[in-house]
């Protein structure tokens, strides 16, 4: 068996909450990971998917911008990405937390804060603080805990010789 976040799913979440908190009409940035990453590419196809086929007065006008792997890169990328579209952009999915941070960081030097709704994937500290003051409009959250549990109950049932899913 296969445990682990379903991520399609994670980045249609990400979808749904940013359309929610931008009236359901707008301009989105997708910012992502890195080329070959399967986890944040999931994500990626399901907010693509999501915000095409939910929201159709939204318009994701950049989704081709990579921000790399560490809070600094995303930083550099989406201060770019953000400055490029400027007035024209309403919000930005950032698909994993060293990017959300980056895109935190961007969203705060370029006083967007209210102004450019934010979503991330995967929590810290910072992102956590921006969730409670409203500076982050959501995270979308993986449950490693019960991922391990599952992990483990499937391996048992395993054992026994119970049947049991390829994949959860």
């Known amino acids: 068996s296969y ?4 991520n399609l ?19 989105v940035i997708l910012l992502r990971y890195i080329t070959g990453s399967e986890s944040t590419e999931q994500r990626e196809k399901g907010f693509l998917q999501a915000i095409e086929e939910e929201f159709p007065q939204i318009t994701v006008i950049s989704s081709d911008q990579y921000a790399g792997d560490t809070p600094e890169s995303a930083f550099g990328v989406a201060t770019q990405v953000l400055q490029k ?4 952009v309403n919000g930005i999915f950032a698909v994993c937390e060293p990017n959300g941070e980056g ?12 102004k450019v ?4 994937f995967d929590p810290n500290k910072p992102l956590i603080e921006g969730l409670q003051s409203g500076e982050v409009s959501g995270i ?9 549990y599952q ?17 959860i």
């Open 140 to 148: 979308v959250l993986q449950d490693p805990v019960k991922m391990g």
């Open 117 to 120: 709704k934010f979503v991330a």
């Open 103 to 114: 895109t935190q960081k961007a969203i705060q030097q370029l006083e967007l804060s209210g």
């Open 3 to 6: 445990v682990a976040t379903d």
């Open 9 to 27: 799913r994670g980045g249609q979440v990400a979808a749904r909450r940013l359309a929610e908190v931008m009236g359901e009409k707008g301009n």
């Open 151 to 167: 992990a483990v109950m499937t391996l048992m049932k395993h054992i026994q010789g119970e049947k049991v899913e390829k994949r």
């Open 85 to 88: 579209y400027g007035e024209e």
